[in-house]
């Protein structure tokens, strides 16, 4: 490797994964979907690639009286379901003989203190480091808890008995389900764990895809001087799902809404990825700092008009997706019957800043569309009035860059073309990168990428604190208005299988636009 390659700092993030520490890794509500369809088959997939550093402990803290082997058996069914390489029996059981369950209520200091014991003995087999990464994926309800008990039982701080060693923690969404929440539950982190050490995560960020926007935008000399308000006219993140409430959703999810469950978090971060300056360097907080200026520069929509006017929320009707009738929201299981919840939300943002000032960012979200797919588009400006543009018959499509996040990832290029002939007609042709075409290979899952991020102690992708509280700020001010007596703004409806309601599309025809047809 040559020296260049060596003092660039991005060439460095490309290997930090070498960094990645051995450890043990304790999950807080080890018998949920997340644990089993998300966080095994992740280490599972490292250790396919890998990537897994060797003597890695697996321990499943949760309530219920489970047996080690019983843990592993429902772990083994769900990674052959969902696995994204596979099952290989040989590389399950190494990793599987290395997975263990702890049972423990969460407000049992005692449960803490026998972990702690465990983990010491696990440290003495392992005859190494004694680092650990708490992973909390309970139901949001005991995450004060767990944080108190593990310091009370002296698991969150430095050891003097084992030097550089480490104690992290990862916390799962929902951090907070308004801004007084987020702050209380930081400062139940940051009394536990040092800000350094806590990894708020959001999945969206470990996606590939996610991740190579500012590859995109800062490792190509093209884009980023069309980046700004001069080229672009409007920008669109789109986050689209054909499922509903499937598996008792609807509890949790009605409670939330769309705007909490994934505005607040994926689509924010998103966007602040689209809108962030040139960070000074990689480093976590370099780019976190930039980031965080883009969520505190979103123009505030925080009296009932203005939400009226740049909010649209909406609920699915019983409809048709892919040729499947399906219920209603209201009908959904858990769901209650009169609910004001919104599955389904559009927004039109705008970014207060120099390079932004005028340009809006439209971002949807919601269930039982047509399919599942997210994308993010850029909107180039027209071309001048002249020549191709002369006529009001002739206007070309402006540009558009399709950042495609998910499934089929990749990058496409709208441009204008001339059909080949003797007259002069032009159409938008689509110059397009596929991950699975030109790598030949699936993207590593999100997960796969945060836990190793974790254990490498590189907090790039993870949110920090205030960026959490900033985006919490700005989605509390449209829940008040929501929620502001006599001031209701109406839920607008929408039959599921169809791309949202009616409203969404005039919020954007106000504005002489339309959404993008994905
Ligand atoms: C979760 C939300 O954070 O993200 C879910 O709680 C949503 O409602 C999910 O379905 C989407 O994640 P992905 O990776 O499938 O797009």
New binding site residues.
């Given amino acids: 490797m040559g020296e260049t390659e060596v003092s660039n700092p991005f060439r460095e993030d490309l290997v930090s994964r070498n960094l990645a520490e051995t450890c043990s890794v304790v999950i807080f509500g080890a018998t949920g979907d997340l644990t089993h369809r998300k966080l095994i088959p992740a280490l599972y997939n490292l250790a396919v690639d890998g990537e897994l550093p060797a003597g890695v402990k697996i321990l499943g803290f949760a309530r219920r009286d489970w047996t080690d082997e019983g843990f592993r058996e429902g772990l083994e069914k769900l990674n052959r379901e969902v696995s994204r390489t596979g099952h290989d029996e040989e590389i399950w059981e190494s990793l599987a003989a290395n997975v263990q369950f702890h049972q423990s209520e969460f407000q049992d200091e005692e449960g803490y203190r026998r972990l702690a014991e465990r983990l010491d003995e696990i440290d003495r087999e392992r005859g190494g480091k004694g680092n650990r990464l708490f992973y909390i994926a309970s139901a949001p309800a005991f995450f004060d808890d767990i944080l108190l008990n593990l310091k009370k039982a002296g698991l969150s701080q430095e050891r003097p008995d084992c030097e550089g060693c480490w104690s992290r923690v990862i916390v799962e ?1 929902p951090f907070g389900t308004t801004l007084a929440t987020a702050q209380h539950l930081n400062e139940v982190v940051n009394g536990t764990f040092q800000e350094k050490d806590t990894y708020r995560i959001d ?2 960020l470990g996606k590939e895809t996610a991740q190579n926007i500012m590859v995109l935008r800062f490792a190509n000399a093209i884009f980023e001087p069309m980046w700004n308000k001069e080229h672009i006219d409007h920008v669109q993140i789109t ?1 689209a ?1 054909h ?1 509903g409430m499937e598996g008792g959703r609807g509890g949790y ?1 009605d409670k939330a809404g769309a705007l909490r ?2 505005v607040q ?2 689509l924010l971060q998103l966007l602040s990825l689209v809108a962030m300056e040139p960070p000074t360097d990689l480093t976590a907080d370099g780019v976190r700092d930039e980031k965080v200026k883009v969520i505190r520069s979103l123009r505030q929509w925080d009296t009932p008009e203005l939400v009226a006017e740049n909010v649209v929320r909406g609920q699915y009707l019983k409809g048709n997706v892919n040729g499947e009738e399906v219920p209603g929201y209201r009908e959904e299981d858990r769901v209650d019957p009169d609910s004001e919840t919104e599955s389904y939300v559009a927004l039109r943002c705008m970014i207060d800043t120099w390079r932004w000032s005028g340009v809006p960012f439209y971002v949807r979200m919601g269930k039982r569309l047509p399919k599942k797919a ?1 994308e993010i588009s850029i909107h180039f400006k027209e071309t001048p009035s002249v020549l191709f543009n002369a006529t009001p018959g002739g206007v070309p499509a402006g540009n558009v860059l399709v950042i495609r996040i ?1 499934p089929d990832e990749g990058i496409s290029l709208m441009m204008n073309s001339k059909l080949p002939g003797t007259t002069l007609r032009m159409e938008p042709v689509k110059m397009d990168f596929r991950y699975a075409s030109s790598f030949g290979k699936s993207s590593p899952e ?1 997960y796969e990428r945060l836990l190793l991020d974790a254990m490498a102690g590189d907090a790039t992708l993870f949110a920090r604190r205030d960026e959490v509280e900033e985006a919490w700020r700005f989605i509390d001010k449209i829940h008040h208005a929501w929620a502001e007596e006599g001031k209701g703004i109406p839920i607008a409806e929408f039959p599921a299988g169809s791309w949202g309601p009616r409203e969404a599309e005039e919020m954007l025809a106000r504005d002489g636009r339309t959404w993008r047809r994905l």
Avoid: F, I, R, V
Wanted: charged share 20%.
């Fill in positions: 969404k999945h969206y986050c799902e499922l999810y469950d994934m978090n994926h997210t998910q999100a």
